[in-house]
């Protein structure tokens, strides 16, 4: 035997240290994997259950249509039940009270998911969809899990301690009151007629009327501004448009019933594209189109929980996250997306997704007229 060889019956030490270390470092690298996949999984399986509640929400509206020959009202103005038998106290002209949020329409009518009122004084709100604003005065915990997307913030969204709202501004507030609304932005140009109660209810054209226009007024029809801005041929300006079943609607595949609502506030976030302006809108609101007749936003805005994008609900009943893209950044996080066929041709940006008309621009209006409700 050569002299200095002898046979090594184990590993050095330093061998086994370094067995250890990649064992080791390799049951942290599958031990993570897990932890991604399983994180993956959960965000999706979150975005399959949102999916189906706003598909809920599509049967829903076609269910209210059948019944009632219209879309379900969003916060008509004025109230359509401003007093209710067996409560003393009739609603409030104020910011917790004023508003009806298509939701509780839906769900009550639509879906036959009914308001649990835990007070005794306002038990008698039960029998109609404003009942969902006092069970989410009363008790919100009882809500029907359905209104909200699985994957919202509901601190963001709804509570008077959210950083993302402001609890002392008059529009802002509105989810702290309304929670079951919280989670879906609701297309407000798609509603029915309203009414005072003394007669069948008004109604907008749905595509731009320059000769209409100058008519408009906000009384008996619905609380708040909703309007686009579009140029039809006299420059870009605000047009207040309405459809009020679906039939009216040029592609209703293509038009946005509901969608993710905002977690977090706009204010504080950079457009993606400077075209896109940024936009005000408070976490929770359910607003669509949120704009003013100075302050018209022509990017649509959508939520972003899952990976970015939102579910959107059309108009025919299908749900998707095609065709989005980054609206909105914070820190590098986006909080808001919008439809990727946003166009510069006459201001439209990516507003036929929302309006009646959709891309037709030449479609006669329907003229305003007494309808049903």
């Known amino acids: 035997m050569l002299k200095g060889y002898r046979r090594v019956t184990r590993a050095p030490a330093a061998v086994g240290f370094i067995k250890l270390v990649v064992v080791g470092s390799t049951t942290a690298m599958l031990l993570v994997s897990s932890v991604l996949l399983l994180g993956q999984k959960v965000r999706h399986d979150r975005a399959a259950v949102c999916a189906s509640r706003l598909a809920a929400f599509g049967q829903a509206s076609q269910a209210y249509q059948r019944q009632f020959g219209c879309f379900a009202p969003c916060d008509p103005h004025r109230m359509m039940y401003r007093r209710i038998p067996g409560v003393e106290q009739p609603r409030v002209d104020n910011s917790a009270e004023k508003m009806d949020p298509a939701h509780g329409w839906l769900a009550l009518y639509g879906l036959g998911v009914e308001p649990e009122v835990a007070d005794q004084t306002d038990k008698g709100w039960e029998a109609v969809p404003f009942g969902f604003n006092r069970q989410s005065k009363h008790n919100p915990q009882d809500l029907w899990e359905g209104f909200f997307c699985p994957s919202q913030n509901l601190r963001n969204t709804s509570s008077k301690d959210s950083p993302e709202l402001d609890p002392n501004d008059v529009h802002e ?152 893209i980054p609206r909105n950044r914070r820190d590098g996080r986006t909080i808001a997306s919008t439809f990727a066929d946003y166009t510069d041709e006459r201001g439209i940006g990516s507003q036929h997704h929302i309006m009646p008309y959709g891309r037709k621009f030449g479609r006669t209006a329907t003229a305003p007229s007494t309808q049903p409700q």
């Not at 969608?259 to 896109?276: G, I, N, Q, T």
């Open 173 to 324: 507030v509105y989810p702290v009151h309304y929670k079951y609304a919280s989670g879906y932005l609701v297309n407000r140009l798609l509603r029915s007629p309203t009414t005072t109660g003394e007669g069948p209810g008004t109604r907008w054209p749905t595509a731009p009327d320059d000769a209409w226009e100058p008519s408009y007024s906000a009384h008996d029809n619905i609380y708040g501004a909703c309007v686009v801005s579009v140029d039809v041929g006299s420059g870009a300006k605000p047009y207040h448009l309405q459809a009020i079943r679906t039939e009216e609607l040029a592609a209703p595949a293509e038009t946005m019933y509901m969608c993710d609502s905002l977690d977090y506030h706009l204010e504080r976030s950079a457009p993606v594209d400077k075209r896109f302006l940024r936009g005000e809108v408070s976490a929770g609101l359910w607003h669509s189109p949120y704009s003013t007749l100075y302050d018209t936003i022509t990017a649509v805005v959508l939520g972003a929980r899952h990976e970015g994008k939102a579910n959107v609900l059309y108009a025919d009943g299908h749900v998707s996250r095609d065709n989005q």
